[in-house]
């Protein structure tokens, strides 16, 4: 079966500081890959997607990127964080495109201060 | 464009109550439904889906019927337990990989 793994689960990081999250997915190979953030009480906002090595697309402009230097990676990274940054970050991974559903890992919980 | 709207929180229930929450989109053509479920300190999890008008999704008791005619997508269950206290979230998937999420409900079952 499919296991994605997110860390780690909980960082608190200063303002300007770099940022970089790990997601790894198991047992599947070139899944699409996704990073989605969520603010206190909301929704869930798309950032990146991958469909592949080495392929990202950006949903929002903003203070981060994201890479993939292997198949089944996906890492979220900032050079300098913002306050705005806090929030709940979520990997999700989905098997192809056309509407299949996407699987999400436990999340990080990223506080700036 | 494509979204998704859901009934506001939170929603406070006794244990074995009826549940409903409220979920319409806005979307072109005919996207797949979800319904996601988000428990205390979790990640997501796929409550259930409908890929097409008048599929019916179900899972551990919860139901959501695919109503074309009111663009809607109403999450119900007959019995609620304290377990289910969670966060839900209507979403629809658009452009093949793109997924639209609701705000969000915050449903307590108190036992």
């Known amino acids: 079966s499919q296991t994605i793994h997110q860390w780690p689960a909980t960082l608190v990081q200063p303002v300007g500081s770099p940022l970089s999250l790990e997601c790894t997915v198991e047992?599947?190979?070139?899944?699409?890959l996704y990073w989605y953030r969520q603010a206190a009480g909301r929704g869930l906002q798309l950032l990146f997607y991958?469909?592949?090595?080495?392929?990202i697309s950006s949903e929002v402009p903003q203070n981060l990127s994201a890479s993939r230097p292997q198949d089944r990676q996906f890492i979220l990274s900032s050079k300098k964080l913002l306050l705005s940054d806090s929030g709940f970050y979520l990997c999700a991974w989905s098997e192809d495109l056309g509407e299949k559903e996407q699987y999400f890992g436990p999340g990080t919980r990223l506080t700036v201060t | 464009g494509n979204s998704v709207t859901q009934m506001e929180g939170p929603v406070t229930l006794s244990e074995e109550a009826f549940l409903t929450i409220n979920c319409t989109y806005t979307?072109?053509?005919?996207?797949?439904l979800f319904w996601y479920v988000q428990y205390p300190g979790e990640g997501l999890q796929l409550l259930l889906k409908?890929?097409?008008?008048?599929d019916k999704g179900s899972n551990k008791g919860f139901e959501a019927t695919y109503r074309k005619e009111t663009t809607s997508f109403h999450l119900e269950k007959g019995s609620v337990q304290v377990s289910d206290s969670a966060v839900y979230f209507c979403?629809?998937?658009?452009?093949?990989?793109?997924?639209?999420f609701g705000a969000g409900t915050t449903v307590t079952v108190r036992a």
């Open positions: 979307a072109t053509g005919y996207p797949s």
């Open positions: 409908a890929t097409k008008a008048d």
């Open positions: 047992g599947t190979s070139n899944p699409n």
């Open positions: 979403a629809l998937i658009y452009n093949d990989y793109k997924l639209s």
């Open positions: 991958s469909v592949g090595i080495g392929q």
